[in-house]
């Protein structure tokens, strides 16, 4: 499972001309399933992308996470992250995750995070998306969970 984790001030998503969702202060958050991924990898991002430090203490450091400072959560769907580009130039999107499981494993992690965070908005997996965001900082960072390895 791959998350591009983008510290905003604001982020959100319309589709056909409607916001479907919105936040304020908070994480925009990509997410992508590669071929492999399950339940745990998605859980094992979320719990990352959960306690992952990118606000700034009274210090001035990362030291608190979206949890910490109660900030909102947009997960949006985005097969594009686990495009293949070492070669040519088209992407090959082989990487990914079939659609109906991708569908699935973005399902899954959506769930949980509603269960675990307060305050969670999501694009629509398949649907032609706009995105806007305000980066704050700007702070982005590529978080990855792999499966395990099959031993031969």
């Known amino acids: 499972m791959i998350g591009l984790l983008q510290r ?37 991002l979320l719990a990352k992308l959960l306690g992952y430090r990118v606000f700034s203490d009274e210090a001035g450091k990362m030291n608190r996470s979206v949890t910490d400072v109660e900030g909102g959560l947009l997960l949006v769907p985005q097969f594009t992250l686990a495009a293949d580009t070492r070669s040519g130039t088209r992407p090959s999107f082989s990487p990914a995750a079939l659609p109906a499981d991708g569908r699935r494993l973005f399902e899954h992690f959506v ?3 509603r269960e675990r965070h307060g305050n969670v908005e999501t694009g629509r997996f398949g649907a032609d998306m706009q995105v806007s965001l305000t980066n704050d900082g700007p702070v982005t960072f590529w978080l990855r969970i792999d499966p395990p390895k099959v031993s031969s």
């Open 111 to 113: 769930r949980q995070a």
């Open 8 to 44: 905003v001030t604001q982020a959100s998503v319309v589709v056909e001309g409607e916001t479907i969702g919105a936040i304020r202060h908070g994480l925009m958050v990509l997410v992508c399933a590669e071929k492999g991924d399950t339940a745990r990898e998605a859980d094992a």
